[in-house]
């Protein structure tokens, strides 16, 4: 047993967290002294390219544009290479559900027939040290059938009878590289979160999931260039030579939910090649993205009400259109993006409504051409799955049925920003200022996702929320008044309306609203703009969790 109240090191990792029911079966010797390699050998790299991302965002800010590289243009023009043939359980990925890796929703996942499950240990996760440990064991009790859940209630969780192969495609997501994981340490260092989600998953159920006919897949997170994309393939091969498998094993989806990555899509499927599975239209992370990137370039780029962005403007029209071209030009699947919507049996009138713009968002994705799509509620698969049964037909994907030639890169049409009909409206700035401060909350208590109006909504609808309010006062942008006429987005106006909101709100014992608000208020108001969101309030729910225990205290095992 390890010791309980006091760091540890073993095999050069310092385990600071607080010591949890089986971690022992996770936080292995061998499985620390693999996290602390891949540390050594690629956190330097890391950091690196966290660097580059604020030069190009410097560069932005300074009225340079975005264009597709010249340097790597030989890469786009040459028509020749592939990526990898698709791997068992990846053929058909017509309809993928998404959600956290707590075990009741591992279990609804795995029973819910979707083709795929994103585990997710990023946006859907709060990443507190019990969610992120607590999912590598419900992922490996999953593979290995061994797992089931009761509620405080009495309702029980098991799986069914079918085997892994017959199940979703598990898919894990792990943190962006711009998160870090305190609670544990190499050579004074915390580790990144993505090489802790990454590390332990692979390492615990690589060779678990070939002997089921299955494989490590990924999603790639936040990756803003092909750099990013290489440095996880540099990731991929020597984790594969560690455990003595074959490469080529691991497979990676890449979330194109940056403005940079959009112009560099065959590029990132390049560096990937021999790993890559495909490309995944990320659509709130990659509006919260260019609101993030420009900012500070004036009303050109200023975007309306978060609910007047729809994939129908024109510059998500061609992200999308840019993005399954790249994918079947190469041989690659594209996924298409989130159903948020959450099914209310309560008010059928508003649920068949709901299910309708569900039903048509997922049909344009079909029609253009995606071999799949994400849903966030099992009672949302089957909606999805007719959708793309009916264009699918006998096919398992759409790769050479629908190539989409009539696309032509475009990287004047990405960034048409201003033509996103809409307006900004004072019932806006309010949901946005709400939604916000409820989902922080949530996220503070340990939910990364959380049901808002009939939404499921995470930390990227919540980086969109902080970022528009946040560019709209810096903006000097004009809004239309609930009563009539309009005016300016000011910090002082905001600060009035976040007051309003926040008294609105019903507490309960034990919340964390008053945290809630203020990093949310210190985000959307800052004078100077934080990257992302989760980084404060990453370290408010540190502060309030047990107290920090000084690292250089802890017993070397």
């Known amino acids: 047993m ?61 009225g340079a544009t975005l264009d597709f590289l010249p340097e790597t ?114 050579d004074g260092e915390p580790m990144a979160g993505a090489l802790v989600d990454f590390g332990l998953y692979f390492f615990h159920n690589a060779k678990e999931l070939l002997r089921r006919g299955r494989g490590p897949y990924f999603y790639l997170p936040k990756t803003e260039n092909h ?101 079947h030009r190469r041989g690659a699947s594209a996924i298409g993006g989130m159903a948020a919507f959450i ?3 309560r008010d059928p009138e508003a649920n068949a409504a709901a299910l309708e713009k569900v039903r048509a968002d997922k049909t344009r994705e079909a029609s253009d051409g995606f071999d799949g799509s994400w849903v966030a509620h099992p009672d949302l698969v089957p909606v999805a799955m007719e959708v793309f049964d009916s264009v699918l037909v006998d096919r398992q994907n759409q790769i050479r049925a629908n190539r989409r030639d009539d696309v032509t890169p475009d ?32 996220w503070l208590r340990g939910s990364g996702a959380a049901a808002i109006h009939n939404l499921m909504e995470d930390a990227a609808t919540a980086e969109i929320s902080r970022s528009q309010i946040w560019q709209w006062i810096n903006a000097g942008s004009s809004a239309e008044l609930t009563g009539g006429g309009t005016r300016t987005v000011t910090r002082e106006w905001v600060q009035e309306l976040m007051d309003e909101e926040f008294a609105r709100i019903e507490r309960s014992e034990g919340d964390r609203f008053d945290d809630a608000l203020e990093v949310f208020a210190g985000s959307a108001l800052a004078e100077e703009y934080p990257d992302f969101l989760t980084l404060p309030a990453y370290r408010t729910f540190l502060s309030a969790t047990a107290p920090a225990r000084q690292v250089l205290a802890g017993t070397t095992v």
């Open 2 to 62: 390890y010791p309980t109240d006091q760091p540890i090191t073993l095999n050069g990792v310092t385990i600071t967290g607080p010591h949890l029911p089986r971690q022992e079966e996770i936080l292995t010797p061998d499985a620390l002294d693999f996290l602390a390699s891949l540390h050594r050998q690629f956190n330097g790299r890391r950091l690196e390219l966290l660097t580059k991302r604020q030069e190009t965002r410097q560069r932005i800010s300074d």
């Open 73 to 186: 243009r030989t890469i786009r023009e040459d028509g020749s290479w592939r990526v990898a043939p698709l791997a068992p359980g990846l053929k058909d990925r017509r309809v993928e559900i998404t959600g956290p890796v707590d075990r009741k929703m591992t279990i609804n996942a795995m029973n819910s027939g979707a083709k795929c499950w994103l585990a997710d240990f990023e946006d859907s996760s709060s990443p507190s040290w019990e969610n992120m440990l607590n999912g590598q064991v419900n992922l490996r009790d999953a593979i290995r059938r061994q797992i089931d859940f009761t509620t405080p209630e009495g309702k029980e969780y098991t799986l069914g009878g079918v085997q892994l192969v017959d199940r979703p495609t598990i898919i894990v997501r792990p943190r962006g590289w711009h998160l870090d994981e305190d609670h544990l340490v190499v």
């Open 227 to 327: 750099l990013e994309a290489r440095l996880w393939n540099c990731i991929f091969v020597v984790a594969q030579d560690h455990l003595g498998i074959p490469q080529g094993t691991v497979r990676a989806t890449v979330l194109i939910e940056t403005i940079t990555a959009a112009f560099e899509m065959e590029e990132i499927l390049y560096q990937l090649r021999n790993h890559a599975a495909g490309l995944n239209a990320g659509r709130w992370d990659y509006i919260f993205s260019i609101i993030k990137n420009f900012r500070d370039r004036g009303e050109a780029f200023v975007l309306p009400d978060r609910a007047d962005v729809t994939m129908t403007a024109p510059m998500m029209r061609a992200y999308t259109d840019q993005l399954v071209r790249a994918c």
């Open 343 to 345: 099914p209310n049996r």
């Open 411 to 442: 990287a004047a049409a990405l960034l048409t920003v201003s033509e996103t009909p809409g307006s900004i409206t004072e019932s806006g700035v309010r949901m946005n200022i709400e939604v916000g401060i409820r989902y922080v909350e949530s």
